[in-house]
C-alpha cells in the first residue's frame, strides 16, 4: 500500500494499474481497486473559498472525452448526424494565483446557471475573475465580483488578464488521461481529477520546495476517515449478488 501510495502521489503522469500491478506483484484488478482507494484519500475539499485574500482567479472549463478523429468512420458519421451524443465529459477549473492552488469538479453541462452558481461556491465576494469569452460567465460583475476577459479569437493574453494557469492544468490532465490511462469511464472521472488536483497543488514551487517525502507524507495524513467500497466504486451498491 506504501509503495502505491509513493508511486501515485509522484509520478507526474500518474502509474496504470497495470504497471502498479506488475511493480508490486498483485493482479490488475487489485491494482485498479487499490488506485481508486488512494484516489479517495487524495481529495482534499477545503472549505475556504478562493480568493478570499482579494487575488486573481482564473475559471474556464474542458471537454474531456474521445477523439472524434480517431473514431472509426461509422462513429464519426453517427455523431456528425446527431444520432449519438457527443461522448464528452465537461469539467470546470479554478486557478487561485496567489495560492497557486486548483480546483476542479465535473459538471453536468455549461449553462451560466451551472457554471456561476459553481463560482459562487467557491470563490469568495469581491474577488477578480478572469474568464475567456463564453456568454455563460456574463453577469458575473453582478454578484459582487470584479470580472475580465480576454477573447481568444483576438488574443491570449493582455496584461494580467489570461487564463494560462488554468490552461497548463488541463494540458497536464490531459496529457495523463490520454497518456496513462488511456480510457476513463465518465463515471470515474471525478477520482482522477482529485488524484491530478493533488500532485499539482502539491508540486515544487521557488516558495515551496516540496520533495516526493512530503507528498508522499501528505498523502498518508489523509487516508483517516475516508473508505470506498468495490461496490460503490463499480456503481453497484445495493445489488443483490446473484
Request: hydrophobic residues 40%; glycine residues 8%; charged residues 25%.
Amino acid at each position: 500500500w506504501l509503495t502505491a501510495m509513493g508511486l501515485l502521489a509522484n509520478c507526474k503522469n500518474g502509474i496504470s494499474s497495470y504497471e502498479l500491478a506488475k511493480d508490486i506483484g498483485i493482479t490488475q484488478k487489485s491494482a485498479w481497486f487499490m488506485l481508486h482507494r488512494i484516489r479517495e484519500a487524495m481529495k482534499n475539499k477545503s472549505v475556504l473559498k478562493m480568493g478570499s485574500s482579494g487575488g486573481p482567479v482564473e475559471v474556464d472549463e474542458a471537454f474531456l472525452g474521445p477523439n472524434p478523429k480517431k473514431m472509426r468512420a461509422r462513429k464519426r458519421l453517427e455523431l456528425k448526424n446527431g444520432m449519438k451524443d457527443t461522448p464528452k465529459a465537461i469539467v470546470m477549473g479554478m486557478l487561485d494565483r496567489d495560492a497557486r492552488k486548483v480546483r476542479a469538479t465535473v459538471v453536468p453541462n455549461v449553462t451560466r446557471a451551472t457554471l456561476q452558481n459553481e463560482i459562487l461556491n467557491h470563490i469568495a465576494g469581491g474577488s477578480t475573475v478572469y474568464t475567456d469569452g463564453y456568454q455563460a460567465y456574463d453577469r458575473l460583475a453582478a454578484k459582487a465580483y470584479i470580472h475580465e476577459t480576454v477573447n481568444h479569437v483576438d488574443e491570449y493574453v493582455r496584461g494580467q488578464v489570461h487564463t494560462q494557469g488554468i490552461e497548463n492544468f488541463w494540458s497536464l490532465l490531459k496529457r495523463t488521461l490520454r497518456g496513462t490511462y488511456v480510457a476513463v469511464e465518465p463515471f470515474h472521472l471525478d477520482q482522477y481529477l482529485s488524484e491530478q488536483v493533488f500532485r499539482f497543488n502539491n508540486r515544487a514551487t521557488k516558495d515551496n520546495p516540496l520533495t516526493d517525502a512530503d507528498r508522499f507524507a501528505l498523502a498518508v495524513s489523509q487516508i483517516s476517515g475516508k473508505r470506498l467500497t468495490y461496490a460503490e466504486l463499480t456503481g453497484k451498491v445495493g445489488e443483490i449478488p446473484v
